[in-house]
């Protein structure tokens, strides 16, 4: 099993700038692929930002060019820098775990159904 936990979220205003972090515990050598994904109230979960073993990334269009994800060298912890944040980036961000050993495919979108692991969230509060 592995474990995720998210820090970092907040109330800001429109233009600011947050990092989340996110621990990761348990077997992490079973894991190599990780996500960040978002939701806000009565919105489906999307994908954010992804990375693999090989630090390939990916991410879905609307955090191209403000977000930024990266990961720890011993791969136990897992960074979204965000950049010009908006109210529409309001929502609750959760990190995630895959067993895939890679990112599936090139710069295939951040699904839910890739990543077995999740943390509890934390949240980032866009005011304009």
């Known amino acids: 099993q592995v474990q995720l936990a998210e820090s970092g979220g907040d109330s800001v205003q429109s233009g600011g700038s947050l990092r989340l972090t996110c621990v990761i515990t348990g077997k992490i050598d079973s894991v190599g692929y990780w996500g960040w994904f978002r939701q806000a109230p009565g919105e489906e979960r999307e994908g954010v930002a992804a990375i693999d073993y090989n630090e390939e990334t990916t991410y879905a269009d609307s955090a191209k060019g403000r977000f930024t994800i990266s990961m720890s060298p011993a791969k136990d912890t897992l960074y979204l820098q965000m950049k010009r944040l908006k109210p529409d980036d309001t929502a609750m961000y959760y990190c995630?775990?895959?067993?895939?050993?890679?990112?599936?495919?090139?710069?295939?979108?951040?699904?839910?159904?890739?990543?077995?692991?999740w943390g509890q969230g934390t949240q980032v509060t866009v005011s304009s």
């Open positions: 995630a775990a895959s067993r895939l050993a890679s990112m599936p495919g090139e710069n295939p979108p951040v699904l839910v159904s890739d990543f077995e692991f």
